[in-house]
């Protein structure tokens, strides 16, 4: 725990790094631990080891290309993904909160004349329509 006062200004820039990873070396040279707490409901399908199609996501990226776009809604589902060739390349702007997931896959595939599908063993799969 930081007290009030002691926290200080720190500015990183970063390039493919893991979010845990950057913390934990960051805090590790100020001899810092970060614990992280929760809770997670499983269901039969978890315990299997299949992943679920998250029921709700959040999801905020600016001026990204569509190819990136996936690739985050991948990690906020906790999926593997596959994106076959032919998205657009132009970046793009998406706001999301609490948004159900197969509505805003929809909505991307829909702005990015792409189609996606869902299998809980293979992740998410985005593919270009031809």
């Known amino acids: ?3 009030t006062g002691t926290m200080r200004p720190v500015t990183v820039t970063l390039t493919n ?3 845990r990873t950057a913390l934990d070396a960051h805090l590790r040279q ?3 631990q970060l614990e992280v ?3 997670a409901a499983r269901d039969a399908a978890a ?3 299949q992943r679920a ?3 709700l996501i959040s999801l905020e990226l600016f001026d990204v290309s569509p190819v990136e776009v996936f690739g985050a809604v991948a990690t906020e589902i906790g999926a593997p993904i596959t994106i076959e060739a032919g998205l657009p390349s132009e970046p793009v702007s998406f706001n999301f909160r609490n948004a159900p997931t197969a509505e805003m896959l929809n909505l ?3 702005a990015m004349r792409c189609a996606w599908d869902f299998d809980p063993v293979r992740g998410l799969r985005v593919m270009a329509k031809r």
Do not use: F
């Open 108 to 110: 991307l595939c829909n």
């Open 37 to 39: 707490r929760s809770i």
């Open 17 to 19: 790094v893991k979010l």
């Open 1 to 3: 725990m930081i007290g």
């Open 47 to 49: 315990e299997r080891g």
């Open 30 to 32: 100020r001899a810092l």
């Open 53 to 55: 199609l998250a029921s």
